[in-house]
């Protein structure tokens, strides 16, 4: 697998101000890529999704950004509010092996009202 | 739509005894669902791909003795811990979704399973 268990890194940002997640990737085979939120004590829920043919998609508040040359996804919240506040993973997916998706170390957001 | 459930959301259990974890999609039919555990404060690792009729795939480490996965139907799957120590105290996630196997899409999650082995 390439997920790795390492500890939570944090970030805190001001309520309304924009919010920048970053995640590095291992496999370079990786073709489609998922940001998923996870609050305490639940499952990940989908935030949005991006194939490898781009470099951007943006969502409702949200912009993914993919660069594959050093293998970096990168998760724009704007105008974070305070439900934003929860565990951000990545999580990679190579076509073709199955479906099986590999997660990231994640990211925990706090959002300071 | 895509809805995944899990049952139960927590259990505790003495160390020795087996635990059963039952992942159901609810609105979908899923050949293939994955369980996924997550320790505090960590990520999510990839335990097995559970194949519905056939035998589960499992991760580098995982005992499969030890987690035994079944998937009798096409919409539920479940996690049997078997002997469980304190050591196996986690949260157990598990996961599917609506695409077959020859294209991407996502996988949408149950609400996972806190389970403390005493």
């Known amino acids: 697998g390439e997920s790795v268990g390492l500890h939570l890194p944090t970030l805190s940002v001001q309520e309304g101000d924009n919010s920048i997640i970053n995640c590095a990737y291992s496999?370079?085979?990786?073709?489609?890529f998922i940001w998923y939120k996870q609050e305490s004590g639940k499952g990940p829920q989908f935030i949005i999704d991006i194939r490898s043919n781009m470099d951007k998609r943006q969502g409702q508040r949200v912009t993914v950004l993919l660069n594959k040359t050093v293998k970096h996804l990168s998760l724009q919240i704007a105008a974070t509010q305070p439900g934003d506040s929860a565990v951000y993973f990545c999580a990679e997916n190579e076509r073709g092996t199955g479906n099986q998706f590999y997660f990231g170390t994640g990211t925990s957001l706090t959002v300071i009202p | 739509g895509a809805v995944v459930s899990q049952h139960p959301s927590r259990v505790i259990c003495k160390s020795g005894t087996s635990v059963k974890i039952e992942c159901r999609s609810l609105?979908?039919?899923?050949?293939?669902m994955f369980w996924y555990r997550q320790f505090p404060k960590q990520s999510l690792m990839l335990m097995a791909t559970?194949?519905?009729?056939?035998?589960?795939?499992?991760e580098q480490g995982v005992e499969k003795d030890k987690f035994l996965i079944n998937h009798a139907s096409l919409t539920l799957s479940t996690l049997t811990v078997t002997s469980a120590h304190p050591e196996d105290s986690s949260f157990y996630i598990c996961?599917?979704?609506?695409?077959?196997?020859?294209?991407?899409?996502?996988?949408?999650f149950g609400n996972g399973t806190r389970l403390t082995v005493t």
């Open positions: 496999n370079s085979a990786s073709d489609y």
């Open positions: 559970s194949n519905e009729g056939s035998k589960a795939t499992y």
């Open positions: 609105d979908f039919q899923a050949t293939t």
């Open positions: 996961s599917a979704n609506t695409g077959g196997d020859s294209y991407n899409s996502p996988l949408h």
